[in-house]
């Protein structure tokens, strides 16, 4: 007859002739949750990427661990929502498309402001949101017919909401503080939008002359104090130096003054303990407008705050510049002013330094520190509540140790600039009159707009051009997307509290603590019940990836190299306690051969079912459950969530069938709880091992011998575990298990199927114990045919003896199947033996091996095993090397010191015989 395998499914298993087919349709069939649905919901919410990106490894990484807890969700009983959307980008998006229109010979101020937003949003239709596609190649199972974006007009109305509230409860401020300035895209930066870069810079210590010439700080000549700065363009807006209380050797100069080099200014030598003693020569000079701990220094002492450099990054032509640097750009200005330094006597040394200087992420120009009339929120009344709420378990982080890293943030909180200077985004709705007077809509009418309300109809009232922070509206993010501010709205009443949030740790501070924040600050409730973070995803060699260092990867390409599937295993299998995942090709390897070894598993099952469809004539269930099987995927399907129920109870079943529904059994329960706790690496090394190891190397192989008898408890067993196994595999790898599924004969998809329950009525500690005497006896046959120096395929009679070697021999088929060795009662002359769980085996030496060559070999072994075990003993004594060698190296060596004494030993025992 035809083999049913060869028209269901392909000799070879080919990725991309399956995925396309099921990312179709869960893109244009999502998985839709129901509001009106009686059971537990289950909810997370994307973390939103920008409509700016394309798909990068940690969004590849972070929606595989939040689609496999949704598909295990909604497979375990579940109403599970996942929630798709993009965040607007400010920044990111307004330069893309300014340099659009640049490329156009066009600004945005030529355009103003309304005809902009026009470009932005048709750039919006026609190019962004190309990472949703992206994602839904991924086979994430969202409920896109939920799709948000931060400009929705729904989010738009939940930002002005938050602000009005915010305005009126006395939360939210206008006033000057310490900002990031982005001096290209002139305007100011959230931490989040500013990488950290370690570059080599000049440090150079200057000497201040004292006004009391006779006075000789420790750290200089007499009449000089000497202070050290990355910055010498800035001693201009000098206002103090700084030393230590406690530091001895500037004790007599606190309250003295000194000049500011290349000027005429006296400035105060001041305490304050932010000055290092350990730092630089111990004496800081204090910018209060070019460095946030200067600002503080400066708000303690009361100094005055004038700034040197302008929002265009030049030096001002202020009357406290020197009119030969003034207009200057700033770095231009640095040399002059080191030269000027170096002729005039005043610069003492100058050194290489490594210090961290601050990058805007989108412009990549480096950020200054500016002091600028901004709108703010205090944060601390908020940071209380979330503190409260982690006491008494609200919100767990995992791992736990985040817990502490999350509340000592929220300890040391600043106030939160939220106002940024660009067209893109949700503009302030805040209104000024003439005099600089504020005006913010009612709270009982936030949506008002203050120029139209007639309560202010005889004001010439002007709009704040700025728009909010990003992430002020991605703070709402848990709710906003629910329908909040509408706290009556159906899917805000189902599915909010959100379950878990899964993210980077990296954002711990930026962008999670601000949701926990607005979630009790807005809501009254956690805006998640768990925090699961995984680490970032690094090259091979542990550093961050980056187009500068060119060792970025692009996920699309390990998809096209490797299939999604197996993409989507390494993501999980490498996922683990929170840890930094080092990108190792390995396990996307591992992840394909995984995937062909369920494919052909399966096609095995389909030609041993199609073998047997014929001769299955009886009109039972069981046997109907087998013929569901047919050539067509489309074939009748017996109604069983549980497959393993169809075989619960049989009489026909083996041995070996017993011990894999056992295992598995166990095995499901394992898993369960792993992913319960969210230990998604844990559990698909579970899977994978038993699947690997125990289905496909032993069951499969054992199960040959009976299913080429008939055997239909056999034949029920092996469909019955495969599908079960499908199902625990599916959150993982969705693709191949939907396909393998429907081969099966079932027209339901795989993804609505219920998550399988472990029983304990199928637990079976006899089988166990049995089947893995067999494991041993196959175990110990191997070794022996490797040690003889046999084949795997050579056939070898053996003898089995032990406690357990009546089991092994009730089962003689299943080991002389899998091992290739023949079972008998005894054997003559000098033997081989192997040991293992409570079962000898026994091999001839003669009429198998030339006695004398066999010997000769073995005691090269010896010596071998000596080389080694006395090479590797050398390196552990080696203290040297102790102290360098990585943990890993160590424990290495000192493991084949084990291994290598063990098969000395042994070895030496068999050669006794031929003393």
């Not at 939008?193 to 570059?199: G, P, Q």
């Not at 469809?613 to 489309?634: H, M």
């Not at 041995?655 to 369960?672: M, P």
């Not at 080429?708 to 599916?730: F, P, R, Y």
């Amino acid at each position: 007859m035809t083999d049913p395998a060869s028209t269901t499914l392909a000799p070879q298993f080919d990725p991309t002739a399956i995925e396309p087919k099921w990312a179709n349709k869960w893109r244009s069939e999502p998985f839709r949750a129901d509001a009106s649905s009686s059971k537990e919901p289950f909810t997370i919410v994307i973390p939103p990427p920008n409509v700016t990106g394309n798909l990068h490894l940690g969004h590849a990484l972070d929606n595989t661990l939040i689609d496999t807890l949704i598909r295990y969700k909604r497979m375990a009983g579940f109403e599970a929502l996942y929630l798709p959307g993009m965040d607007h980008a400010g920044i990111s998006t307004q330069v893309v498309v300014e340099r659009q229109l640049r490329d156009q010979g066009v600004s945005r101020h030529d355009l103003g402001r309304e005809k902009f937003l026009d470009n932005v949003w048709e750039w919006k239709a026609e190019s962004g949101g190309m990472i949703l596609n992206q994602l839904s190649r991924l086979g994430v199972s969202a409920d896109w017919t939920r799709e948000r974006f931060t400009m929705d007009e729904g989010l738009s109305r939940a930002v002005r909401h938050q602000f009005v509230k915010l305005y009126a409860d006395g939360l939210a401020y206008r006033g000057e503080r310490m900002v990031n300035w982005d001096v290209a895209a002139q305007t100011t930066l959230s931490e989040l939008e500013i990488d950290r870069e370690n570059r080599k810079v000049k440090m150079v210590t200057l000497s201040y002359r004292l006004e009391d010439e006779n006075a000789a700080p420790s750290n200089g000549e007499a009449g000089e104090i000497r202070i050290s700065t990355v910055r010498p363009e800035t001693i201009f807006a000098d206002q103090a130096i700084a030393v230590h209380p406690e530091d001895p050797r500037f004790r007599h100069v606190v309250g003295h003054k000194a000049r500011i080099p290349l000027t005429d200014r006296w400035i105060p030598i001041i305490a304050d303990e932010a000055a290092d003693m350990e730092f630089g020569v111990g004496a800081l000079k204090i910018t209060p407008a070019h460095d946030p701990t200067d600002f503080e220094v400066g708000e303690r002492h009361g100094l005055p705050r004038p700034s040197v450099i302008d929002l265009e990054g030049n030096l001002t032509s202020d009357d406290l510049v020197p009119a030969e640097f003034q207009g200057l750009e700033r770095f231009a200005a640095r040399k002059a002013v080191m030269k000027a330094l170096a002729e005039a006597g005043l610069s003492i040394e100058e050194k290489d330094h490594d210090a961290p200087l601050a990058i805007s992420e989108r412009t990549k120009v480096p950020v200054e520190p500016i002091i600028s009339e901004q709108w703010f929120v205090k944060m601390k009344p908020f940071a209380d509540q979330v503190l409260e709420g982690l006491e008494k378990g609200d919100i767990k982080l995992t791992p736990e140790r985040y817990t502490k890293v999350n509340r000592d943030w929220l300890e040391n909180i600043r106030d939160w600039n939220i106002s940024r200077q660009l067209w893109w985004g949700h503009q302030i709705p805040a209104w000024y009159d003439e005099e600089g007077n504020i005006y913010v809509p009612d709270p009982e009418n936030p949506d008002l707009d203050c120029d139209l309300d007639p309560r202010y109809a005889h004001l010439n009232l002007r709009r704040d051009p700025d728009v909010f922070d990003t992430w002020f509206s991605s703070n709402l993010w848990p709710f906003s997307t629910l329908g909040w501010p509408d706290t009556d709205a159906e899917d805000f009443r189902k599915f909010y509290p959100t379950q878990v949030l899964v993210t980077g740790y990296d954002i711990l501070f930026f962008w999670v603590a601000r949701m926990q924040m607005a979630g009790y600050g807005l809501t009254g409730q956690a805006p998640f019940s768990t925090v699961m973070l995984h680490g970032l995803y690094l090259d091979s060699k542990g550093q961050k990836m980056s187009k500068s260092k060119g060792n970025g990867l692009d996920p699309l390409e390990l998809f096209d190299q490797y299939g999604v599937d197996a993409s989507r295993f390494a993501f999980a299998f490498l996922s683990t306690g929170g840890q930094d995942i080092k990108h190792d090709p390995r396990r996307f390897e591992q992840g394909r051969n995984f995937a062909n070894k369920l494919w052909n598993a399966t096609r095995f099952a389909l030609m041993r079912l199609g073998e047997a469809i014929p001769n299955l004539t009886g009109d039972d269930e069981l046997t109907q459950y087998v013929r569901s099987t047919t050539v067509k995927p489309e074939g009748a399907s017996i109604r069983s969530e549980d497959a393993l129920a169809q075989v619960k109870g049989r009489d026909d079943l083996t041995l070996a069938d017993r011990w894999i529904i056992s295992r598995l059994n166990a095995v499901t329960a394992e898993a369960s709880a792993q992913l319960d706790a969210f230990d998604i690496g844990a559990a698909i090394r579970t899977l994978y091992s038993f699947t690997w190891d125990e289905f496909c190397d032993w069951y499969i192989e054992a199960a040959k011998p009976t299913l080429a008898s008939g055997n239909l408890g056999t034949l029920v067993t092996l469909k019955a575990v495969l599908e079960h196994i499908l199902k625990l595999l599916h959150p993982f790898m969705p693709f191949i298990t939907s396909e393998l599924y429907a081969a099966l004969g079932h027209r339901r998809q795989l993804a609505v199927h219920h998550w399988p329950r472990p029983d304990a009525a199928l637990h079976d500690a006899e089988a166990t114990q049995a089947f893995n005497a067999l494991r041993s006896a196959v175990d110990s046959a191997r070794s022996l045919k490797s040690e003889l120096g046999l084949s795997p395929q050579d056939r070898l009679n053996v003898v089995v003896e032990g406690d357990l070697s009546q089991i092994v021999t009730d089962n003689a088929r299943v080991v002389e199947s899998i091992a290739r060795v023949q079972l008998v009662p005894a054997l003559e002359g000098r033997t081989l033996s192997a040991v293992e769980q409570g079962v000898t085996i026994l091999a001839p030496l003669e009429g198998t091996v030339d006695i004398a060559d066999w010997l000769g070999k073995q005691k090269k072994r010896l010596t071998e095993f000596d080389k080694q075990i006395k090479q590797a003993q050398g390196k552990l004594s080696n203290e040297g090397f102790v102290a360098r060698a990585p943990a890993e190296v160590i424990e290495e060596e000192r493991r084949r010191v084990e291994d290598f004494g063990k098969q000395k030993e042994r070895l030496e025992g068999v050669l006794k015989q031929f003393e």
